[in-house]
């Protein structure tokens, strides 16, 4: 069953992505990008990484089309006949393409529990990390302690990202005096938009301490979290946005979020252990591990929700001023 | 107490130092802080190059878990050398970034360029610290985002499309190596590097490693700017601010250089990477046509950054060649192009920036006639330019001998003419530079103004580079014996199996 | 037959992976270049969590009464892999925002003429 469900998701894949090859309305390719983030989440729930799927479905579905939408409101929405010959491109993808599927010929068996990616390293993380880690969610454990620098490198790209952004398009100033924008003839959208807002954040909340028992963590509750102030800001205008959550104070907390997390590394280091080791963070190994856990994921949690919000108020910014002239 | 951890600071210090940039939120400080930690994670690497060279290879378990199944970093005398290059440059071009962004940068953005500055030293020394190969993924990332800002934040409007090109092809290139590690990982279960040479072995020939192995290749040799890959090298390097270009051409493009050599040496191993796939002979016929293709489009510039960006493409070609040459002595001389070439294209761009900011142009006319108004910028650009064409008492004469040496040491004349022919271009594109300063008057651009010295604090880390140049030049000990211990390290695997044989 | 039942996922997946490099490098408009991008690394996203699966685990998640679990680890990386691409993303479309500004075009072909970029 699960295997039937696998191929129509990748069917449907197939025809988005071959769809968006084609078409030259942007927005239509945007709106096909978000679908085709969804079916891949779907596809990665159908192949048990949970964590993953939520990741993607916020990220990919949610984040970046947004920043799509919001750079096409700039650019402008048709792509022009292009005067290039496409041999080139289809000949190079063509190779790509072969050398894939050679590589694919002497690949292990999909599926297969006698893997070698499945025997080496992996088993310690799903037999011994409940009792060394001492929480159920193993890719949480992995991610936070097994490899917690893999994620503090994560959390130090979303904060090089948005110095990126800022450096390019700058945030936008409070202003006073334009403070009632947004979609003011939309009661309804205001209505229920005021009603799901702390629904969003108390999820985001939820989603940042549960993760160490199910799907969830830092990064996820950071998107979210940033999704509801988005929403706040597309509804009642970005000036009234940046009145609850200052761009500067922004700026400061991405900073922070990736101290936070360096910095209970370097906790460790004072108390002669390496780097990022959160066992001496408590008498008790696991307690320390735990502890060490949750002020990582709250770093993670801290940097991604102000660089995505940096980010899109960044974008928001552009668009206003545009609206403006 | 921190001698253990030694190996982790050179990246955990400047990675904590950006977002304190932020915090600090004046310019000034943050230029402070950020030239502080960069001399400190300088000094730390030459500690930690002389211990490798006493104790052999440095290993550190993060979060306290052995390898494989946590994340190691493991330094060698390869990393640690490369290292203490990319701190030190760092360092004195963050001296130098003082005066040079005040003119080439706005204000409000002088913060943001230190923080991006030390995020991408952060990627730089984790890709050359680091012992897995994801992580090294993620860390090729941080420095790779932080460049295409650095690189936008030129004065230009050309930079905007120059960072977008580089960031599309950098961020193809980098999918590529995840192409290449999820195939390694499928096939070995780990992503330990020393893990992963060990389980490689078993698979000689394996048509998924095979691929993995070419892709990683390619994706690398997008971020190494190897010719035809390296289109997105000239307008990036010509359009950054100096203080950007004297960085990144003496350090990004040479960390790229040595994770091929790391992927090749360490984990593939030459028998695999030249023997089963004969790899050897298509980097060697690319380092070749780089050296005269990028040459001679050298030589036809008019703007003098574009003139040294193409260049670093010739003199990456080079360092490509010493690695096709398959044996210690050819890695040992690329080792050793990858450290003296980032001392003088460091010097180079660096003296391209001062008369940047003295005459406001960079176009070859600018030159004329400053020999005589800026004679310590121009006999600084003369000394390092005689580096990169290989004169005698300079570091640049020391690694193409080596590879003169290494090439005949397999009969390759051919190739070894080729070197020196490449040689001669290299007089010719920096000859034209020396004669427009030297020898003609000063053109439309420059008539009438008042030129001026360069401020001290652009020329001091220009001069330290060209001294280090000429120091490394005649007393080559210390560098020699880290290359040959490097070279012979990465190779022992090989001299294994010829022994064998 | 049971070679295409091992292998389907994988080459479908290599499918799509081309079509978003197709996208990235035959696309004219810049916007359209980041959107294939994103359709490349997604679907090799899609490769790494192929390999995690196992036939009859569930989600690495520890409960009662279940013994096999897909494996986590590459879970893990593309979580990683997600962050790192949407970041780039972000500074992608910054730049395609200041170049229309700068600019006053984002497709390819039209600065062409101005001088050979991109």
Same mark, same amino acid.
Request: aromatic share 10%.
């Given at each position: 069953m699960a295997e039937i469900i696998d191929l129509v998701l990748l069917g449907m894949l197939a025809i988005t992505a071959f769809n968006i090859i084609f078409i030259k309305d942007l927005f239509t390719v945007v709106m096909l990008f978000g679908i085709y983030s969804f079916l891949s989440a779907l596809i990665f729930v159908n192949l048990d990484a949970v964590d993953v799927a939520f990741t993607e479905a916020a990220v990919g579905a949610g984040i970046s089309t947004v920043l799509m939408l919001g750079t096409l409101a700039l650019t402008g929405r048709k792509e022009k006949a292009s005067s290039h010959k496409t041999i080139l491109p289809l000949l190079v993808v063509c190779v790509t393409g072969a050398a894939l599927i050679y590589g694919t010929l002497d690949m292990p068996l999909f599926g297969d529990p006698d893997n070698p990616a499945h025997q080496h390293v992996a088993p310690r993380y799903i037999e011994d990390s409940p009792q060394e880690i001492g929480i159920p969610n193993m890719v949480t454990s992995v991610l936070a302690s097994y490899r917690a620098f893999d994620t503090l490198g994560e959390t130090a790209v979303v904060f090089a990202a948005a110095i990126g952004v800022l450096s390019l398009l700058g945030l936008p100033k409070r202003d006073r005096a334009t403070i009632q924008s947004g979609l003011k003839s939309h009661l309804v959208l205001r209505v229920v938009a005021k009603m799901i807002i702390p629904l969003i954040v108390l999820f985001a909340l939820y989603v940042q301490f549960h993760g160490d028992y199910g799907p969830g963590g830092g990064f996820q509750a950071g998107v979210i979290a940033a999704a509801a102030l988005i929403l706040y800001a597309l509804v009642f205008g970005l000036p009234m946005a940046t009145h609850v959550v200052p761009p500067r104070v922004l700026k400061a907390l991405a900073a922070l979020g990736v101290l936070i997390y360096a910095g209970t590394g370097v906790v460790s280091l004072f108390l002669s252990a390496n780097f990022l080791d959160y066992s001496v963070l408590a008498e008790d190994p696991v307690a320390g591990q735990h502890i060490g856990i949750i002020a990582i994921e709250l770093g993670v949690g801290i940097t991604v929700f102000a660089a995505m919000l940096c980010i899109f108020y960044a974008f928001a910014g552009q668009t206003e001023r545009k609206n403006i002239q | 107490?921190?001698?253990?951890?030694?190996?982790?600071?050179?990246?955990?210090?400047?990675?904590?130092?950006?977002?304190?940039?932020?915090?600090?939120?004046?310019?000034? @400080?943050?230029?402070?802080?950020?030239?502080?930690?960069?001399?400190?994670?300088?000094?730390?690497?030459?500690?930690?190059?002389?211990?490798? +060279?006493?104790?052999?290879?440095?290993?550190?378990?993060?979060?306290?878990?052995?390898?494989?199944?946590?994340?190691?970093?493991?330094?060698?005398?390869?990393?640690?050398?490369?290292?203490?290059?990319?701190?030190?440059?760092?360092?004195?071009?963050?001296?130098?970034?003082?005066?040079?962004?005040?003119?080439?940068?706005?204000?409000?953005?002088?913060?943001? &360029?230190?923080?991006?500055?030390?995020?991408?030293?952060?990627?730089?020394?984790?890709?050359?610290?680091?012992?897995?190969?994801?992580?090294?993924?993620?860390?090729?990332?941080?420095?790779?985002?932080?460049?295409?800002?650095?690189?936008? @934040?030129?004065?230009?409007?050309?930079?905007?499309?120059?960072? &977008?090109?580089?960031?599309?092809?950098?961020?193809? !290139?980098?999918?590529?190596?995840?192409?290449?590690?999820?195939?390694?990982?499928?096939?070995?279960?780990?992503?330990?590097?020393?893990?992963?040479?060990?389980?490689?072995?078993?698979?000689?020939?394996?048509?998924?490693?095979?691929?993995?192995?070419?892709?990683?290749?390619?994706?690398?040799?997008?971020? +190494?700017?190897?010719?035809?890959?390296?289109?997105?090298?000239?307008?990036?390097?010509?359009?950054?601010?100096?203080? *950007?270009?004297?960085?990144?051409?003496?350090?990004?493009?040479?960390?790229?250089?040595? *994770?091929?050599?790391?992927?090749?040496?360490?984990?593939?191993?030459?028998?695999?990477?030249?023997?089963?796939?004969?790899?050897?002979?298509?980097?060697?016929?690319?380092?070749?046509?780089?050296?005269?293709?990028?040459?001679?489009?050298?030589?036809?510039?008019?703007?003098?950054?574009?003139?040294?960006?193409?260049?670093?493409?010739?003199?990456?070609?080079?360092?490509?060649?010493?690695?096709?040459?398959?044996?210690?002595?050819?890695?040992?001389?690329?080792?050793?192009?990858?450290?003296?070439?980032?001392?003088?294209?460091?010097?180079?761009?660096?003296?391209?920036?001062? *008369?940047?900011?003295?005459?406001?142009?960079?176009?070859?006319?600018?030159f004329q006639g400053l020999g005589k108004q800026m004679p310590l910028t121009m006999a600084a650009f003369t000394i390092a330019g005689l580096s990169i064409i290989g004169v005698p008492l300079t570091a640049g004469f020391v690694s193409k001998w080596y590879l003169v040496t290494a090439a005949l040491e397999q009969q390759q004349w051919v190739i070894a003419m080729l070197v020196l022919l490449g040689s001669l271009l290299a007089i010719i594109y920096i000859g034209r530079i020396l004669e427009a300063a030297y020898f003609k008057e000063p053109s439309e651009l420059t008539a009438g103004k008042d030129i001026k010295e360069a401020p001290m604090l652009m020329l001091v880390p220009m001069w330290v580079l060209v001294i280090a140049n000429i120091y490394f030049g005649i007393d080559t000990s210390l560098t020699l014996s880290a290359a040959d211990t490097a070279a012979q390290l990465l190779t022992q695997s090989m001299t294994e199996i010829e022994a064998a044989q | 037959m049971s070679f295409i039942v091992d292998h389907y996922n994988y080459?479908?997946?290599?499918?799509?992976?081309?079509? !978003?490099?197709?996208?990235?490098?035959?696309?004219?408009?810049?916007?359209?270049?980041?959107?294939?991008?994103?359709? &490349?690394?997604?679907?090799?996203?899609?490769?790494?969590?192929?390999?995690?699966?196992?036939?009859?685990?569930?989600?690495?998640?520890?409960?009662?009464?279940?013994?096999?679990?897909?494996?986590?680890?590459?879970h893990v990386l593309i979580l990683t892999a997600i962050v790192v691409g949407v970041a780039t993303t972000a500074v992608g479309l910054a730049l395609v925002v200041r170049i229309k500004r700068a600019y006053g075009t984002v497709e390819e072909n039209e600065f062409e003429d101005k001088e050979d970029l991109i």
């Open positions: - | 107490m921190f001698a253990q951890h030694l190996p982790v600071l050179p990246i955990i210090l400047p990675l904590m130092a950006a977002p304190l940039c932020i915090l600090l939120g004046r310019s000034h @400080l943050a230029w402070l802080l950020a030239t502080l930690v960069s001399a400190l994670s300088f000094v730390i690497s030459v500690d930690v190059l002389l211990t490798t +060279l006493e104790q052999g290879v440095l290993s550190y378990a993060i979060g306290g878990w052995q390898p494989p199944w946590g994340i190691e970093i493991r330094i060698d005398t390869a990393s640690a050398m490369i290292l203490s290059a990319v701190t030190g440059i760092s360092t004195l071009v963050l001296v130098y970034a003082k005066e040079s962004i005040a003119k080439e940068v706005d204000p409000s953005q002088h913060t943001l &360029f230190y923080t991006a500055h030390l995020l991408c030293l952060t990627g730089l020394s984790g890709i050359l610290s680091t012992g897995d190969a994801f992580n090294l993924f993620v860390f090729l990332e941080i420095s790779s985002l932080a460049t295409y800002t650095l690189v936008s @934040l030129g004065s230009d409007k050309r930079c905007l499309t120059a960072a &977008f090109r580089y960031l599309v092809m950098g961020t193809i !290139g980098a999918t590529f190596i995840l192409i290449g590690v999820g195939m390694l990982y499928m096939k070995t279960g780990t992503l330990n590097m020393i893990d992963l040479a060990d389980r490689i072995a078993e698979f000689n020939g394996n048509r998924t490693l095979k691929t993995g192995l070419a892709f990683i290749l390619v994706g690398v040799s997008i971020k +190494l700017a190897l010719f035809p890959l390296h289109m997105w090298l000239p307008p990036a390097y010509t359009h950054a601010p100096s203080a *950007v270009s004297a960085f990144l051409a003496s350090t990004a493009t040479k960390v790229a250089v040595y *994770v091929m050599v790391r992927f090749i040496f360490t984990i593939y191993g030459a028998e695999f990477v030249f023997h089963t796939m004969s790899m050897d002979i298509l980097l060697l016929a690319l380092a070749i046509v780089a050296i005269f293709k990028c040459s001679f489009m050298a030589t036809v510039q008019s703007n003098v950054k574009t003139v040294l960006a193409y260049s670093s493409v010739a003199q990456i070609g080079y360092m490509i060649l010493g690695i096709s040459l398959v044996s210690s002595v050819g890695l040992m001389a690329g080792l050793l192009h990858i450290f003296n070439h980032a001392l003088m294209k460091g010097a180079l761009f660096m003296a391209v920036g001062a *008369v940047l900011l003295r005459t406001g142009s960079v176009d070859i006319k600018a | 080459w479908i997946v290599v499918l799509l992976m081309m079509m !978003g490099f197709y996208v990235v490098i035959a696309a004219n408009n810049l916007v359209k270049k980041i959107v294939g991008l994103n359709i &490349f690394q997604t679907s090799v996203f899609m490769m790494y969590i192929s390999i995690g699966k196992v036939n009859g685990g569930s989600a690495p998640i520890a409960a009662e009464g279940i013994t096999t679990y897909s494996n986590p680890l590459p």
